[in-house]
């Protein structure tokens, strides 16, 4: 079956970087385009980045654009998201997500359980 | 950038009941709309994708409809399960905007 399994997350004072990672298994990793979104206490849900099938294309929402990367290891079946210059408002539970063979017009269909980051000082 | 907008906020009803969620989109979005439950705690699950298609495993009192701007989930009979908070979502362009979601509530 599908999992998704995220790891990396904890406490970070603002400035700071962060590396999350996903782990996946259950399916054939290298054909599908992978997504990050988070969701800060209380609220709701907000797209954050997505990586190609391939690697080769990666799209980021606004309010992290040139402070996160995304990318992917094939090899290791693992999603990965760089976070760096972390602001409190950063603070959120990343999920990771499956998307479809496409980056754009694919349903959001497997998520996994999430990582709590709490920026901070 | 496509807003996403559900109404209600938030939602009273009692097991059995049927309700729906409307959700309205900025701008036409075709058919590329998707509904997620999720419940305290845990990760978001999809219900329906391209406005009316049942996930798979998904029990069938879940529809969905709409197209364009406007965008309706409907839940027949409710069962106690599916008292939790359900969004919207566009998903053909690279914002992939969520609604702010609604919160089911056990009346």
């Known amino acids: 079956q599908v999992q998704l399994v995220e790891s990396g997350g904890g406490v970070v004072q603002p400035g700071k970087s962060l590396r999350l990672s996903c782990a996946a298994s259950g399916f054939t990793f290298n054909i599908y385009a992978l997504h990050w979104v988070r969701q800060a206490p209380g609220q709701g849900l907000e797209w954050v980045a997505v990586v190609s099938h391939d690697g080769s294309k990666n799209h980021y929402a606004d309010s992290v654009k040139g402070r996160f990367t995304i990318s992917r290891d094939d090899s290791k079946n693992t999603l990965y998201l760089q976070m760096s210059n972390l602001r409190p408002n950063d603070t959120a539970v990343y999920y990771c997500v499956r998307g479809g063979v496409h980056p754009v017009g694919s349903k959001f269909d497997f998520w996994g359980q999430g990582a709590l980051v709490i920026v901070s000082s | 950038d496509i807003q996403m907008t559900q109404s209600p906020s938030t939602l009273s009803a009692s097991v059995g009941d049927r309700v729906t969620i409307t959700c309205r989109a900025s701008?036409?979005?075709?058919?590329?709309l998707a509904w997620y439950q999720q419940s305290p705690g845990k990760a978001p699950k999809l219900l329906i994708y391209?406005?009316?298609n049942l996930e798979s495993g998904v029990p069938s009192r879940f529809s969905g409809s709409g197209s364009g701007t406007e965008f309706t989930l409907a839940i027949s009979s409710l069962q106690p399960d599916d008292f939790a908070t359900y969004y919207c979502?566009?998903?053909?362009?690279?914002?992939?905007?969520f609604g702010q979601g609604t919160k089911l509530e056990i009346k």
């Open positions: 979502q566009h998903y053909n362009s690279y914002s992939y905007n």
């Open positions: 701008q036409s979005i075709g058919n590329w």
């Open positions: 391209k406005a009316s």
